[in-house]
């Protein structure tokens, strides 16, 4: 199910059910942080709270999946859904800003995010971690990160560029990125004019 609204109220809500995943999310891009979630990964759901706060969202997301295998297809899947609920919320991008960029340090980490409202769908990942996965129950393998914000990119339409300046700790890289992202994106659907931002007319 979708629902969507143009001018100050962009929310969408989406639901997405498949033989390995459930995932509900709903989402409003003119909100305050609150941000409520469910993935049964502990630090991919401390990651979205991440993102929601610092992206200023008003989020809630559920998902289900298929943990007993890995926790590849949850991560993926929320990113899909959470990517078709912020282009359904966006709407025709009348007056957005559209291209935004941030760097963002966590300690001695430090992560350079750009990225664009294009409708042309793009990621560039160039992150390298050192290897270990992050102690939880399920543990969190830092490879997915980069399945999200491609699930992410893709199903939202937009161009994203994640790159890693500097950085030892897993942790604090993987959460750089999170914020840098949603700062990112708080900068680019601000609206501040009434178009749409593209000599085309459309994005």
């Known amino acids: ?19 390995e995943t459930e995932v509900s999310v709903e989402l409003a891009l003119d909100g305050t942080g609150a941000v409520e979630v469910a993935t049964g990964i502990p630090f991919f759901d401390h990651m979205l709270t991440q993102l929601g706060r610092h992206g200023g969202f008003d989020l809630s997301l559920r998902a289900a ?30 007056g957005v800003r559209r291209f935004a960029s ?7 980490a430090l992560v350079d995010v750009a990225l664009d409202l294009s409708g042309r769908p793009y990621l560039h990942y160039e992150v390298a971690f050192p290897g270990e996965k992050i102690l939880g129950e399920p543990p969190f393998d830092p490879q997915l990160v980069e399945e999200f914000w491609r699930a992410f990119a893709t199903a939202g339409a937009l161009t994203l560029h994640i790159t890693l300046v ?38």
Not at 1 to 19: D, I, L, Y
Not at 66 to 94: Q, S
Not at 102 to 108: A, C, F, G, K, T
Not at 172 to 186: G, M, Q
């Open 1 to 19: 199910m979708t629902t969507s609204s143009s001018g100050s109220a962009r929310r969408s809500s989406r639901h997405r059910t498949t033989k």
């Open 102 to 108: 941030n760097r963002v340090p966590l300690d001695e």
């Open 65 to 94: 999946g298929d943990l007993e295998v890995d926790a590849h297809h949850t991560v993926e899947d929320v990113g899909i859904v959470l990517g078709e609920a912020f282009g359904d919320a966006l709407g025709d991008k009348a």
């Open 166 to 203: 500097r950085g030892r700790n897993t942790h604090h890289i993987v959460e750089a990125t999170f914020k840098s992202v949603a700062r990112s994106l708080r900068d680019a659907v601000r609206v501040e004019g009434t178009g749409v931002p593209s000599t085309k007319g459309v994005l």
